[in-house]
């Protein structure tokens, strides 16, 4: 699925969306890659820029009358070891390279979000956390 090419004007956008309900839950999108010898990827990335910077991506969950969804980021549980998530910003030869911001919410009332941060436990001990 994609938009044509633009010559001096802005391309087309994609769009992929559930239809609203108005008296039930609303449908929802799935991306999922196919099952095989070895599992199919999914990768989601922004565009490049020739002349300033590439596209942001942005993952946020929507607001409701009892406040906003939640995000997972995990990789599944396996019996031959999990995957990794990996969180970094990219190398910047002439500038500043990014920063990786971990923050909590704020409240008005109530009591402000909580950062965990946590090792895992194993049989041969717990693992580290390493803060360089």
Do not use: C, F, W
């Amino acid at each position: 699925m994609a938009t044509g090419t633009a010559d001096g004007a802005q391309s087309g956008s994609v769009q992929i969306y559930s239809g609203e309900s108005l008296s039930a839950e609303a449908g929802d999108v799935a991306l999922t890659a196919g099952q095989g010898m070895y599992g199919g990827s999914i990768n989601i990335a922004s565009g490049k820029s020739v002349d300033g910077r590439g596209g942001p991506v942005s993952i946020v969950s929507a607001v409701g009358t009892d406040g906003s969804g939640d995000i997972v980021l995990a990789s599944d549980s396996s019996g031959h070891g999990s995957g990794s998530i990996q969180i970094a910003t990219g190398t910047s030869m002439l500038g500043t390279a990014g920063s990786v911001v971990l923050s909590a919410g704020s409240t008005g009332t109530g009591k402000a979000g909580d950062v965990l941060i946590s090792s895992g436990n194993g049989l041969d001990g717990a693992s580290s956390v390493v803060v360089s």
